[in-house]
């Protein structure tokens, strides 16, 4: 396995940017591509991230009214099956900081836990 070292820090100053924001992810039914567009255009104090076809992350430095998104997405044709405000860790500063989605670093763990027992 390699990699490289991006940044060295305490924790605390590592998750400093971070701190103060707030973040729903929504689980819906596939988007259309400009829908974001829409999205960002009707609500521009949010920050929306397009997590995979079924799954948005919206983030603010303020807190984010679900509702409002919701009746939003669903006017549109888009079905909302989950809605749920998280907290911002550790991992989202990796994200942010390395530009690789939780996603893919899981996929990739998975191979390799999976390629090391056959």
């Known amino acids: ?3 490289r070292i991006v940044r060295i820090d305490r924790v ?3 998750v400093q940017p971070v701190q103060g ?5 929504i689980a ?3 988007m259309p591509g400009c829908l974001r567009d829409d999205l960002s255009g009707s609500f ?3 920050d929306f991230h397009i997590a995979g076809e079924g799954s948005m992350r919206v983030e603010s430095g303020e807190p984010v009214r679900v509702g409002p998104l919701v009746r ?3 006017d549109r044709g888009v079905e909302v099956s989950e809605a749920r405000r998280i907290r911002l860790s550790l991992e989202d500063v990796f994200v942010q900081v390395t530009g690789v989605a939780s996603d893919a670093m899981r ?3 998975e191979r390799q836990q999976g390629g ?3």
């Open 1 to 3: 396995m390699s990699g």
């Open 12 to 14: 605390e100053s590592l």
């Open 21 to 25: 924001r707030h973040a729903v992810e």
């Open 28 to 30: 819906c039914s596939a």
């Open 44 to 46: 521009p104090e949010l």
């Open 72 to 74: 939003f997405l669903e």
């Open 107 to 109: 996929r990739e763990k």
């Open 116 to 118: 090391g027992q056959q």
